[in-house]
Structure formats: structure tokens, C-alpha cells
């Protein structure tokens, strides 16, 4: 029996969920940490003995290019405080060799599985720790608001329970390894064109219920740290922001770590910068895009007692969670240098078990869209095209990898990994032909054209068609990417793909399709094509990605992934879309959010919109079925059968319909399992949901709508509460 608690009941109707007994760390991972208090205590002695120039160096960077690190602050090498360093990024460790390549974040949402997340957390900060970085600039906690925005793959979809609960055990598993975990963007940063300067204009309700909830659990992971982002708020720079700092995050829901900014994305003046909360101002200095406000910090502060008292409080909160984790003592020393080669010392964070992990995540997030006819698991086909260029080794060496050839294992930006140890569609093709005894003959068109894939997939049993979609970061440095600034400029496969999957499937009955991609695609004009037989979304699967999809189409792994958003029949249907052009020389846009809670399901549901695939969804290569559902008080009991001959993992989903004064949208996203079943077998769930009440937060009067469900819109069962 599982128990998960579902729910925080929040202000006019959210409920925020809570995830509890999940995972259990093995030994090893655990290391020892004290309390808030405890180590505010210690930071506080020694920030007490610091002289207001030491202080200014521990509050602001040591430049873009100053550091071994992607930022470090001025240690004060005479009280044992390190150039405390933070490195990127949501996937793994950035900038570095020898260490791996993790799924992504947008993967890590879709396996719904928190042992899964939270073991990916643990090795990430395994690897940091190993290396000798402090903190881990993740996880990212961003809600996909427009389904091309450019860096969603980093995060974890576009539901604020799933984000929160991702986010939550991604937390807890790299701060169970000593590394602090900073969450972000702090908030509502939802595209790349216009990100230094736009506005994100939120009413107050869908600012609390979608874009800050997420961090409400990553408060009750005890997080060590916050970034703000680079956008304003509401016409407010969010990293010189009072109302949302001091006021919502470290107010409102009693945050105890520090604030730091993203890389140059302070504008203000230093006085009202510190006073609206921002602790640490990276990466230190100026560049055109901005910062270098804590600067002079020292000596304004020592002009302005006000100023210096809260200087001494930044240097705590920075300090606090280094003391926390424990990482003033055995912490391992900086190993690497990520402005070049030197002070590299190559300490192989690497293992087998942590490949073994990528691996299976990768495995567990691919989405199963169709399968005609039980297509899928192959057997010993005689012959097999694979074609497209995403079937190839990526390509490697380009900056912060903004540029696309060869298989998509993860977007472009600072967000990014090393490519060092991918292993490619069609060398793990040819991996598992050689182990099955060369039984299949493999015909290869790794690349996009036309001609070459038809001639490829003419004649033989069946066609692996690879096809992508890829974005990233939008900024200096940062180049576009076949006229991709970061965001998408549309929702198609890229490179003609589609284009050249409906060629094959005109001369190949057996057209299997596979899609690597950082979000939503547009799917409409094939989907259905009665030569297309099984169709598999794969997403950003990390280094092991050929080897994970081998184990997909041959039936080793049974596949559970499931979407962590909506895939559309036209990109209209959408509530929201990136602001690609504001017209004129206008650069610093209002973006009003208009939808409110209306985003991706939501939306859909409210206007009664059929998608193409909806959040949730996700075929097995077995059947479950759901019965007996007793809904008693606070408690909602179910069982699910695996009603098929294999055995496979199902993703039970819990919704709650709110009272219709509430003025919520149909339903929403309060609880998910990743439950394995034999074939035949049987088990019966308990979720909890309780009532607490903080603040502002109420519950509404009214009756509650349960579902239980497969998909959101695949629900199996209902009751009421």
C-alpha cells in the first residue's frame, strides 16, 4: 500500500501536493546536516568577523571569467570560508569532463515516478560533490507556459504539481549528497526573446497558484538557495523585487536560505537591490546585459548603517546552507576549471552505476504514442531502415551546444551537458543486431533527405524514422540555431522531418517513428497515417539514449512514460505562444498573462478542445484496469490489475474537481504513482489529502470531484468529497 499526501488546500481552491515515503537513500548518500538554527548560529559568529570589504567580496562574484567555476563568491581564506562554487545545471555538471550527461528535467517529469527523480538527484549531486563544486544551479522550476518556449526542457513540464513535486525530490536527493541545491528562475520567466527586459504581468492568484507554488516545495526540501530571473514582474525587476522576495518566498512561506541572481541580471541601485532582498549578486562585475551593482557594496555600507547591517544578514544567508550540508568539513576540494584547462586535476566523477541510472530514466520517460496492432515490442525483423540525421553521433565542440547534428540528447545553452559519452540510435542498433547474431540486415540514411530515407526504407520490414525538435538559450554568446533564438519559432519537426516521414511511410507499411524533443511538436499531419504503426516520444534521454531506445522497441523495458504536457492538433489550440516579435524597436515588452490558470490541460478542458494526446498520456505494451474506488473522508482507496500477459509499470494520476464558486479550472493535477505490476497481479492504493489551513490559504466550501485516471482525460473512476 503507498500513502501519498496530496495537498496544502491553498487559497481559492489550489492544493499543492506532498509526496511522503517514497524513497528510502541508500547509506551512503547520506550525509550528516544540522538545522536552520544551528548553522544560522555559526554563520553568524563568523560573519560577525568579517570587515565590511570581505563581506562586499562574499555577497558579489568574482567576475564572468574570474573563477574555476561558473560562479564563485571572494572566500575569506582567514575564517576557512572557500570561493564557494556554483556551477550548472539542471542535467549535470557543465563545462567539465568526466562526468555524464543526465536526462533532462522535461524527462525526469515524464517517468511521473518520484524514486526515479529523486535518484537522478542523487547522483548529480554525487558528481558535483565528487568534483568539489558546492552548489548545483538546479533544479529549474520554470512551468511551460507556451509550449515553444526555449529552455522548458530544463524544467518539468507545464503542471505546477508535477513541477513542485519534481522539483521537491530532485532537492532532496542532491542536498542528501552535501551539495546545495539552488531552484529556479524566480518566476514566471516563460521565454527567451526579450528576457533581459520584458515585463511578465500576472494577476495575484494565478502569480501564487501556478508560478509560485513549485517553490513552495522547494522550501519544504529545504533549498538552499533561490535565483531570481532575468525578466520583471509586473513592471519590477524580479532580482530587485521586495514584494516578491522579502515579501511572498522568504515572508510569506519562511525561506531561510539566500537569494542569488542569475548572471548579470541586476539593474538597480545597490541600496534598493540588498533592502529587496537579493543576496548574491552573480557572476560579479558588469556586463552589457547588466550587474556589477554590489560592486561598491563595502563601501556604501560602511556610509549607511542601515545598509551594513543588512550586508552582514546577506553574508549569513549565503553562508547558512554552506554550514548546513556540512561542507566546511571533508567537503573535496575543486577539481576543475571551467575557463580552460588548467587547475584540472580530471577526477572521473563517472561510474557504472550512475550510466545504469541514465539509462533507466531514459527508459522510463519514453512516451509510447501508438502502437498499431501490438507493432511494438519487435521481434527478429529480417530487415530495418533507420534514417535520419538523429539517428547519428551528436556532433561535439560547439559552444554550450548551439548548433544541431547528429542525435538530440539535450537543448542548447547553460543548461546543457557534455557529449563525450553518447551513445547513438544507430550504433545501438547495430549493438543489439550483433548480439541477436546478426539475425536483421540494417540499411542506414543518416540524414534528413528525402530520397535517401525512400530508398532506405523501400523493401524492407520495417523504418526507424528519427526525427527532432531543439531549442535553448537566447543570450550573449548564444547564437541561434537555424533561425531559433532560443525559443522555437514553431512547433515542427525540424529539418523537414515530417516531411520526410510521410515519404517513408508511403513505400514502408511498418514505419515506426521516433521523436527527439524539447517539448510539444505538431503531429496532425501524420499521426494517423495507417503505415505509421507505433510512433515513440522520446524526449532529451541523456547519453544512454540509443541503448534506452533499443530496450524500448525490443520489449527488454515495457514503457510507462508519460506527457508532462499537452501535444495539440494545430498550435493555435494552445492558451499561450512566445512573443516572438513586439513590433517596432519595442525591447522590453509587457507580456500579459491572460490565460491565468488556464495553462496547457487546463485550458484545454475549460473550452472543451480535443488534443491530439493529452497531459498524461502514455500507451504500455500491457492493459491495466482500475476498480473499487471508496472515497472516506480525508482518504481515497483504489485498485489497479495489470490485465495483460506482461508485466509493465502504470501511472495512476489523481484529480480534483473543486466546488464551481472555486473558480478553478475542470480539474487538476493532486496525485500520481509509478506502480509495477506482474501480468494478472493486482494492489490497491491509499492517498491521503488533508486540510491545512495558513494565512491566506483556504479551503472552499463545496463538494470535490475525485478522479483517478490514467491521462487527464482518460479517467477510469470517480467519486466525491
Known amino acids: 500500500m503507498f500513502n501519498v499526501a496530496l495537498g496544502h488546500w491553498l487559497v481559492l481552491a489550489l492544493a499543492l501536493g506532498h509526496a511522503q515515503g517514497f524513497v528510502t537513500l541508500h547509506a551512503q548518500y547520506r550525509y550528516p546536516t544540522g538545522s536552520w538554527t544551528d548553522a544560522r548560529a555559526l554563520a553568524t559568529s563568523v560573519v ?55 536526462p533532462s528535467g522535461i524527462n525526469a517529469a515524464a517517468t511521473f515516478n518520484r524514486d526515479l527523480i529523486r535518484r537522478r538527484g542523487v547522483a548529480i549531486g554525487e558528481e ?43 532537492i532532496m536527493g542532491v542536498q542528501s549528497t552535501g551539495v546545495q541545491a539552488v531552484a529556479k ?10 528576457r533581459f527586459w520584458m515585463s511578465s504581468d500576472v494577476d495575484d492568484r494565478t502569480l501564487q497558484e501556478i508560478y509560485i507554488s513549485p517553490y513552495i516545495r ?15 514582474l509586473n513592471g519590477t525587476y524580479t532580482c530587485a523585487h521586495p514584494a516578491l522576495m522579502n515579501g511572498i518566498v522568504r515572508g510569506q512561506y519562511k525561506f531561510p536560505g539566500f537569494f542569488v541572481s542569475d548572471w548579470f541580471a541586476t539593474h538597480d541601485a545597490v541600496y534598493d537591490t540588498a533592502m529587496a532582498g537579493l543576496d548574491l549578486e552573480m557572476p560579479g562585475g558588469w556586463l552589457i546585459l547588466g550587474g556589477g551593482t554590489y560592486d561598491s557594496i563595502s563601501s556604501a555600507a560602511q556610509k549607511n548603517a542601515t545598509l551594513l547591517a543588512r550586508l552582514q544578514e546577506m553574508c549569513i544567508n549565503i553562508l547558512t546552507p554552506y554550514y548546513k550540508l556540512g561542507q566546511d568539513s571533508g567537503f573535496p576540494a575543486l577539481s576543475f576549471n571551467v575557463q580552460g584547462s588548467g587547475d584540472n586535476s580530471h577526477v572521473n566523477a563517472r561510474s557504472d552505476a550512475h550510466t545504469s541510472l541514465i539509462r533507466e530514466i531514459a527508459d522510463a520517460s519514453a512516451i509510447l504514442l501508438k502502437n498499431s496492432n501490438n507493432t511494438l515490442p519487435l521481434g527478429l525483423p529480417a530487415s530495418i531502415a533507420i534514417i535520419g540525421e538523429d539517428g547519428k553521433p551528436p556532433k561535439n565542440g560547439c559552444d554550450l551546444n548551439a548548433c544541431l547534428d547528429g542525435t538530440e540528447v539535450v537543448g542548447w545553452g547553460s543548461g546543457t551537458t557534455i557529449l563525450d559519452y553518447v551513445v547513438d540510435p544507430a550504433a545501438a542498433l547495430r549493438q543489439r543486431v550483433v548480439a541477436q547474431g546478426n539475425k536483421t540486415i540494417i540499411t542506414e540514411s543518416l540524414s534528413n533527405d528525402v530520397n535517401a530515407g525512400v530508398a532506405a526504407a523501400t523493401g524492407k520490414a520495417a523504418a526507424l524514422v528519427l526525427c527532432q525538435a531543439y531549442s535553448g538559450e537566447y543570450g550573449v554568446g548564444l547564437t541561434q540555431v537555424d533561425g531559433n533564438w532560443g525559443d522555437r519559432e514553431n512547433l515542427d519537426l525540424w529539418r523537414k522531418c515530417g516531411s520526410l516521414i510521410e515519404a517513408v511511410s508511403k513505400v514502408n507499411k511498418n514505419t515506426i517513428v521516433v521523436i527527439h524533443t524539447v517539448g510539444p511538436v505538431n503531429t496532425a499531419s501524420w499521426i494517423n497515417f495507417a503505415n505509421i504503426t507505433a510512433v515513440i516520444l522520446a524526449g532529451l534521454p541523456g547519453e544512454q539514449t540509443g541503448p534506452s531506445l533499443m530496450d524500448v522497441l525490443y520489449g527488454d523495458v515495457n514503457p510507462s512514460g508519460r506527457l508532462p504536457y499537452t501535444l495539440a492538433k494545430q498550435e493555435a489550440d494552445f492558451p499561450a505562444h512566445v512573443l516572438l516579435s513586439a513590433g517596432g524597436l519595442e525591447m522590453a515588452p509587457h507580456i500579459t498573462f491572460t490565460e491565468g490558470l488556464l495553462v496547457d490541460y487546463k485550458h484545454f478542458d475549460k473550452n472543451n478542445i480535443a488534443p491530439q494526446f493529452e497531459f498524461g498520456f502514455g500507451l504500455s505494451y500491457t492493459t491495466f484496469s482500475y476498480a473499487n474506488l471508496t472515497v472516506s473522508g480525508t482518504t481515497v482507496s483504489f485498485s489497479i490489475t495489470n ?53 491566506s490559504w483556504k479551503r472552499p466550501a463545496g463538494t470535490f470531484s475525485v478522479y483517478i485516471g490514467a491521462s487527464s482525460r482518460d479517467i477510469r473512476l470517480t467519486g466525491s468529497l
Not at 132 to 157: Q, S, T, V
Not at 185 to 194: G, K, P, S, V, W
Open 48 to 102: 560577525k568577523n568579517m570587515t565590511a570589504d570581505e563581506m562586499g567580496g562574499v555577497v558579489s562574484g568574482k567576475g564572468q571569467f574570474g573563477g574555476r567555476c561558473v560562479g564563485n563568491i571572494h572566500g575569506v581564506s582567514r575564517l576557512s570560508v572557500p570561493d564557494i562554487c556554483y556551477s550548472d545545471g539542471p542535467a549535470g555538471l557543465r563545462a567539465v569532463d568526466l562526468v555524464s550527461a543526465f
Open 128 to 170: 558535483f560533490r565528487v568534483k568539489g563544486a558546492h552548489a548545483y544551479l538546479g533544479p529549474a522550476l520554470d512551468i511551460m507556459r507556451a509550449p515553444n518556449a526555449g529552455r522548458a526542457w530544463e524544467a518539468f513540464g507545464a503542471d505546477e504539481y508535477l513541477t513542485g513535486e519534481a522539483g521537491y525530490e530532485t
Open 185 to 194: 528562475h524566480l518566476t514566471a520567466y516563460i521565454q527567451e526573446h526579450y
Open 218 to 232: 522547494a522550501i519544504e526540501a529545504d533549498v538552499a538557495g533561490i535565483m531570481c530571473s532575468y525578466n520583471k
Open 643 to 695: 490485465t495483460g500477459s506482461r508485466a509493465g509499470t502504470e501511472i495512476p494520476q489523481l484529480y480534483l474537481g473543486f466546488p464551481t464558486a472555486a473558480g478553478e479550472p475542470p480539474k487538476l493535477l493532486r496525485g500520481f504513482d509509478a506502480v509495477k505490476l506482474s501480468a494478472s497481479e493486482t494492489k490497491r492504493f491509499e492517498h491521503s489529502i488533508w486540510d491545512v489551513v495558513s494565512q
